[in-house]
């Protein structure tokens, strides 16, 4: 006869062990617990927020623009592009996850190596690019597009910070001549396409890095009055920008795509005429994409604008007020350059919609509508949260610490 010999201490052999629950407390070191306390939650949350409400707007906007681009062959459902945004929003979420879960120096080359891919991309262009509304921009691959200037914007911000914050160890590095043939490089590739909004992109971020990474006054003088002559032999030169120019700051040229934003933006007052209720997002060109701003205004009125620029606004000031104790040059240059291309991308396009700077053709990041500006946005904002991560450890006593590392 068998007799049970386990004692009030000794585990019982016939039950099946519980496997250990993971929980995401303080003391899990593990890879994903780990990065869920080292991750900016707050700025992640604002992203996420960011996200919901572009899908909001396109849902808004996706009828005014399904009837414009249906013909006599093809009709699309009024939430056409609300559904094809939803399908965008699934994959970029994870891939901007993803990407903040890279080490800084994972995630440093990831950005290094995707520059010299897009760059060549961007040289391809003009051979095997596709034209659309008399612009080559987009690059087939098989059911779509992609637009290679979209997604260089934040591997060029990333690999110029690199560049710039290699002058710390060594001074007598060249590295602002580098950059600016870097630059000029990109600069002549877009506006052969033509795309002068991305070119101004592209300057501007590269002059915030240089600002940031303490250049002296006197070569950023010089770089603001080779800027101002630049803008000036474009008006000159360049048919696309004497258009644009001409078309904002003189009576009689062809405003209609603005005049048309700002009045949409206003038609709604400061509460909207309520989700599907709007009739003037039916006369803009791009409501889903370029004046999606306008959109919100009209159907959720002006207040809903404000809630959306303080958002951004909200975003900017959290990443530059968090910048402020980082010690290393690299993760101040990459995080505050990525910072400044995702600002002054929105603002942009909110002074177009309000009918304060000509149309530029350029998206509101995480809210227009479109495909490759929404990856390549979850890219750029992956990177951002990857190099803005802090250990929460190394703020505790060393006993904690210890503690926690037994």
């Known amino acids: 006869m068998m007799t049970d010999t386990a004692g009030p201490g000794t585990p019982d052999r016939g039950r099946a062990r519980k496997k250990p629950v993971t929980r995401l407390g303080r003391s899990d070191r593990s890879a994903l617990g780990l990065w869920f306390w080292e991750i900016d939650r707050v700025l992640l949350s604002l992203v996420i927020v960011l996200i919901a409400i572009g899908l909001i707007a396109v849902a808004a906007a996706s009828p005014a623009a399904s009837h414009r681009y249906s013909d006599g062959g093809v009709q699309f459902a009024p939430l056409h592009y609300f559904w094809r945004q939803l399908g965008w929003v699934v994959l970029s979420v994870p891939v901007m996850l993803g990407v903040s879960m890279l080490p800084k120096q994972m995630a440093r080359r990831m950005a290094l190596v995707g520059a010299a891919f897009f760059t060549a991309m961007l040289v391809l262009v003009p051979f095997i690019g596709v034209e659309t509304n008399g612009a080559r921009r987009w690059i087939g691959v098989g059911i779509g597009q992609f637009q290679p200037s979209e997604f260089l914007k934040p591997m060029f911000v990333v690999s110029l910070a690199w560049l710039l914050s290699l002058k710390v160890q060594d001074k007598s590095l060249p590295v602002v001549p580098l950059s600016a043939l870097v630059l000029a490089l990109i600069a002549l590739l877009l506006m052969k396409q033509p795309d002068f909004g ?95 701003f306008s959109v ?111």
């Open 296 to 406: 919100i205004g009209e159907e959720f009125g002006l207040i809903a604008c404000a809630v959306v620029a303080l958002l951004f606004l909200a975003i900017v000031v959290r990443v530059f007020v968090k910048l402020l104790d980082e010690e290393d040059s690299f993760t101040v240059l990459a995080a505050a350059g990525l910072t400044t291309q995702f600002g002054v991308q929105a603002l942009i396009n909110m002074a177009v919609n309000v009918h304060l700077a000509p149309s530029k053709g350029m998206t509101l990041p995480f809210i227009s509508y479109g495909g490759s500006s929404m990856l390549a946005l979850a890219i750029g904002m992956g990177l951002l949260l990857a190099f803005t991560r802090r250990n929460p450890y190394l703020t505790r006593s060393p006993y904690v610490v210890k503690w926690n590392g037994r």
């Open 198 to 292: 991305q070119t101004i992109m592209f300057g501007v971020m590269w002059m915030a890095l240089l600002m940031i990474s303490g250049v002296s006054s006197r070569i950023l003088g010089g770089l603001v009055g080779a800027g101002f002559l630049g803008i000036v032999g474009a008006y000159l030169f360049y048919p696309v920008a004497t258009l644009r120019i001409d078309n904002f700051l003189f009576e009689g040229g062809d405003t209609y795509q603005v005049d048309s934003a700002h009045a949409t933006l206003t038609a709604g007052g400061l509460f909207g005429t309520g989700p599907g209720g709007g009739q003037m997002k039916f006369r803009l060109p791009e409501a889903h994409t370029d004046y999606i």
